[in-house]
């Protein structure tokens, strides 16, 4: 009998699982290692518009560099966000990071950001997706409030341990699930980017931009769920300023 195929929520916890893995457990990177250099030089050298992904996992996007701390295959780079980047300055149009951020401590979070404020172009913007602690915490202060309660509903749903359909089970989930360490509110995030020196800073909603080359980036809905993904998901555009000054 062949075995039944994994479910979107299934793919998405063994995606966390191996980045958790590749994070607190010794990994057998050599060979991604070996590699990582030659191919960084071979994708700069055949775009004019380079894009990378940090915490790649599955997401492969035409036209990005896929990177991550345990490569699931041979299209992504192997890299440890904790860690100064492998790029020259000012080397990409664009980095985004989707839910990755609060998977490391938030000194290593800071320092990330001044990595990727550096290895952007002027003028080049940096998108992050990740757990919104305004959100997290609405599910106990608003615990009436009809989005929310719809949240706890799916979380408990999908990853109950016991059906309760509590706001305190989904908020501990946040903190203690998946090998979380820092998660940020919009002010804190905010701080951390202005701080790295980016100066325009803007709010988006999951899969949308202005920028053509940022829509439809975000596929964490696609093992969540849209419903749990647009309430818990921040994201982030924030621009490098230019040769002349901010944008």
Same mark, same amino acid.
């Given at each position: 009998?062949e075995? *039944? /195929?994994?479910? &979107?929520?299934?793919r998405? #916890?063994? !995606?966390?699982r $191996?980045?958790?893995?590749?994070i607190t457990?010794?990994?057998?990177?050599g060979r991604?290692r070996?590699?990582?250099?030659s191919?960084i030089?071979a994708?700069?050298?055949g775009?004019?518009?380079?894009?990378l992904?940090?915490?790649?996992?599955?997401?492969?996007?035409a036209?990005?560099?896929?990177?991550?701390? *345990? /490569?699931?295959? &041979?299209?992504?780079i192997? #890299?440890? !966000?904790?860690? $100064?980047?492998?790029f020259?300055?000012d080397?990409?149009?664009?980095?985004?990071?989707?839910h990755m951020?609060?998977?490391?401590?938030?000194?290593?979070g800071?320092?990330?950001?001044?990595?990727i404020?550096?290895?952007?172009?002027p003028?080049?913007?940096f998108?992050v997706?990740?757990?919104?602690l305004?959100a997290v915490a609405?599910?106990i202060?608003?615990?009436?409030?009809?989005?929310?309660?719809?949240f706890?509903d799916v979380s408990?749903?999908?990853?109950?341990?016991?059906g309760?359909?509590?706001?305190?089970f989904?908020?501990n989930?946040?903190?203690?699930?998946?090998?979380?360490?820092?998660?940020?509110?919009?002010?804190?995030?905010e701080?951390v980017?202005r701080?790295?020196?980016f100066?325009?800073?803007?709010?988006?909603?999951?899969?949308q931009?202005?920028?053509?080359?940022?829509?439809?980036?975000?596929?964490?809905?696609?093992?969540v769920?849209?419903i749990?993904?647009?309430?818990e998901?921040?994201?982030l555009?924030?621009?490098?300023?230019?040769?002349n000054?901010?944008?």
């Amino acid at each position: 009998m062949e075995p *039944a /195929p994994k479910t &979107g929520v299934r793919r998405f #916890l063994s !995606a966390l699982r $191996r980045f958790q893995r590749g994070i607190t457990e010794p990994i057998r990177i050599g060979r991604h290692r070996a590699l990582t250099s030659s191919r960084i030089a071979a994708y700069l050298a055949g775009t004019k518009s380079p894009r990378l992904i940090l915490g790649s996992g599955v997401h492969r996007t035409a036209g990005w560099l896929a990177s991550d701390i *345990a /490569p699931t295959d &041979g299209s992504a780079i192997y #890299l440890d !966000a904790r860690r $100064r980047l492998p790029f020259a300055d000012d080397a990409f149009d664009y980095v985004f990071a989707e839910h990755m951020l609060e998977h490391i401590s938030y000194s290593s979070g800071a320092a990330l950001v001044r990595e990727i404020f550096r290895v952007l172009r002027p003028g080049g913007i940096f998108r992050v997706a990740t757990p919104d602690l305004g959100a997290v915490a609405r599910l106990i202060a608003e615990p009436n409030d009809a989005s929310a309660q719809q949240f706890i509903d799916v979380s408990s749903k999908l990853f109950g341990v016991d059906g309760a359909k509590r706001a305190s089970f989904a908020v501990n989930r946040f903190f203690y699930w998946w090998g979380h360490r820092f998660i940020y509110d919009q002010q804190t995030l905010e701080h951390v980017l202005r701080d790295a020196g980016f100066a325009q800073i803007d709010r988006r909603f999951p899969g949308q931009s202005p920028h053509e080359a940022l829509r439809k980036l975000e596929i964490h809905g696609d093992g969540v769920g849209e419903i749990m993904n647009n309430y818990e998901t921040m994201v982030l555009e924030a621009t490098k300023p230019s040769r002349n000054g901010p944008p």
